[in-house]
């Protein structure tokens, strides 16, 4: 049945009612400025998206499949893993290549794209080029060496070859270097602050630095390794060092850098993937889905006073909880970025809830209870928390503790719906309580990893 309809379908017949065709699109400035656009869409295939999750976050120690459910196991428990089956790996290395082949086709057509102001077309293919260079570092540090392609793709290949980790570091590092000498500061692009900048192209290039040192490191070659690692920690302190000129800077609590309120243009960013908050503008309606990712349900019979609303999420798709391996990397008690990045507690939402004989004995609850009462906007309904809390059953509110969802070897106790809730991505600002539709920035990179990147490098320069 493929054969036949795979003959059937030589005989059609091409139409493009349009009669746009690429070599006439592109062959003005103006033209050619669709394509650099166009070569920005595939980064929301993997940021905004489960796919991008699920490829960077899971398999590792950090999150379990909520509830033991098999969603997208390929990746969070490496069974089914393989290249002909539908799964986040196949869909993100055909997307990720989608952006290759527009940023090639750029880099190669932009000489007849009837630029006259060499800055102008600079500035486009430095844009080019940092896209180059981030779609292939994604391809690069999840696959490996694969195949490294520098020209547009026109006809259907049917061979690969492959080609060096450092390979692909060199045209990585070259692409980045150029993009950082010839993008504008993000000031100059005025409103499409999202596009690719003198930041976010040097930001890049310290990040790729040390990735690239760590190979020279693994194969035995300490001197190579350390001129990455120096390029690395060089490159990083000139981002902090003109971080005035760049209008960026840390905030000064991590509950600011990811309070929503701050999510626009936030002044730590280097780079940003943008979401419009006029949907009709984005690539597609679900453009930013990670706020459903990780949210615990905080509803039903057995979570009184409590209803969906904007600031608490909707729970109906979510898909993975944490470890508690990871909960406990937290010392909450001096590290501020545990409260700013979970939620343990739900004040009522939803009306007056009272503590009678009945519900006393439905939760399980200590006599001394009874007539007490969980008032909307003022009282505690419900703490899902990573401690060990041993006085529940007199807690006028419910309580779920580590004991009640991890046993002791931290696994997933059989049964469990609820968990401590990540909510570093959540939405506020969607329409409705239980809209699908995220309209919060993804922020790629940001000031705070060159402060990192610079002590890492410098670590390693000073080991024997």
């Known amino acids: 049945m493929l054969v036949a309809e795979l003959v059937s379908c030589r005989n059609l017949d091409e139409y493009n009612p349009s009669g746009a065709t690429a070599d006439a699109a592109w062959n003005t400035p103006q033209g050619f400025v669709t394509l650099v656009n166009a070569a920005y869409s595939d980064q929301r295939n993997w940021y905004g998206k489960e796919d991008g999750i699920f490829m960077s976050e899971t398999g590792t120690d950090l999150w379990f499949n909520r509830e033991k459910n098999t969603y997208a196991q390929q990746l969070t428990k490496y069974s089914g893993l393989n290249a002909l089956q539908g799964n986040p790996v196949r869909a993100t290395w055909t997307n990720l290549w989608k952006g290759i082949n527009l940023c090639n086709a750029g880099i190669d057509r932009i000489g007849d794209a009837g630029f006259t102001d060499a800055n102008e077309r600079n500035k486009r293919e430095g844009e080019l080029r940092f896209l180059r260079a981030f779609y292939y570092w994604h391809i690069v540090e999840t696959w490996g060496g694969v195949m490294l392609r520098t020209h547009e793709t026109k006809v259907p290949e049917l061979t690969a070859t492959r080609s060096s980790v450092n390979d692909f570091y060199e045209l990585i590092i070259s692409d980045l270097e150029f993009a950082a000498a010839n993008l504008p500061l993000q000031q100059e692009w005025g409103n499409e602050y999202s596009r690719a900048s003198k930041k976010s192209a040097l930001g890049f290039l310290a990040r790729a630095n040390l990735s690239r040192a760590y190979y020279s490191l693994a194969a035995g070659n300490k001197l190579e390794a350390d001129t990455y690692f120096a390029k690395a920690r060089d490159i990083a302190n000139e981002v902090i060092s003109r971080k005035s000129e760049f209008g960026i800077d840390l905030w000064a609590t991590p509950a600011d850098l990811w309070n929503p309120v701050n999510n626009k243009q936030n ?126 059953s007199v807690r006028p509110y419910v309580v779920i503790d580590r004991d009640s969802i991890y046993e002791a070897n931290g696994s997933i106790k059989a049964g469990t719906r609820d968990f401590v809730n990540f909510k570093k991505f959540m939405d506020p600002n969607r329409a409705t309580p239980v809209s699908k539709v995220g309209t919060r920035d993804i922020m790629v990179m940001r000031l705070a990893e060159m402060y990192l990147i610079a002590a890492e490098a410098e670590l390693q320069l000073k080991s024997s």
């Open 267 to 392: 002044k730590e960013a280097l780079y940003t993937i943008s979401i419009s908050t006029n949907t009709g503008l984005n690539i597609e309606d679900n453009a930013n889905r990670v706020f459903m990712t990780f949210q615990t349900p905080y509803t039903g019979d057995l979570k009184p006073a409590l209803e969906y609303s904007l600031p608490y999420g909707y729970d109906d798709e979510r898909r993975l909880m944490p470890t508690l391996k990871l909960l406990d990397y937290f010392d909450e008690t001096i590290d501020g970025r545990y409260a700013a990045t979970f939620q343990e507690e739900w004040i009522a939402n939803s009306g007056t809830f009272n503590w009678t004989d009945a519900n006393v004995t439905k939760f399980n609850k200590d006599a001394s209870v009874t007539d007490k009462t969980i008032v909307s906007g003022r009282d505690l309904a419900l703490l899902i928390t990573k401690k060990r809390i041993t006085d529940e």
